[in-house]
Nanobody
Framework: QVQLVESGGGSVQPGGSLRLSCKISGNFDDTGLMGWFRQVPEKEREGVAAIDSDGTTYADSVKGRFTISLGADRNTLYLQMNSLKTEDTGVYYC??????????????????????WGQGTQVTVSS
């Protein structure tokens, strides 16, 4: 059984920074896809960033501001978020799945029905 537990969410003013963490436990091959998604009420879940053996992939809306990385233990996934904007507000979910598609396609098509998901952590960007 694979479990993902996010932490690090909170409230910050526009222009501020936050770092999210996701602890992955259980039998998961770290050569698979790992990433971050976010969701706001009444909207579909949106892919933010992903990492796999080929490197990193980002949504256009966060390029240059967010950085995804995998810890040295290979079990902790991070999302460093800088220059935060009000539109970055949402519940951020960590996810992992076997590499059955490219990271770019995964960010565009992922649904909670497939792969492993954390419980989410709230990020609020407001003045």
């Amino acid at each position: 059984q694979v479990q993902l537990v996010e932490s690090g969410g909170g409230s910050v003013q526009p222009g501020g920074s936050l770092r999210l963490s996701c602890k992955i436990s259980g039998n998961f091959d770290d050569t698979g896809l790992m990433g971050w998604f976010r969701q706001v009420p009444e909207k579909e879940r949106e892919g933010v960033a992903a990492i796999d053996s080929d490197g990193t992939t980002y949504a256009d809306s966060v390029k240059g501001r967010f950085t995804i990385s995998l810890g040295a233990d290979r079990n902790t996934l991070y999302l460093q978020m800088n220059s935060l904007k009000t539109e970055d507000t949402g519940v951020y979910y960590c996810s992992a799945r076997a590499r059955v598609m490219t990271a770019k396609v995964w960010l565009l098509t992922a649904t909670p029905a497939y792969g492993y998901w954390g419980q989410g952590t709230q990020v609020t960007v407001s003045s």
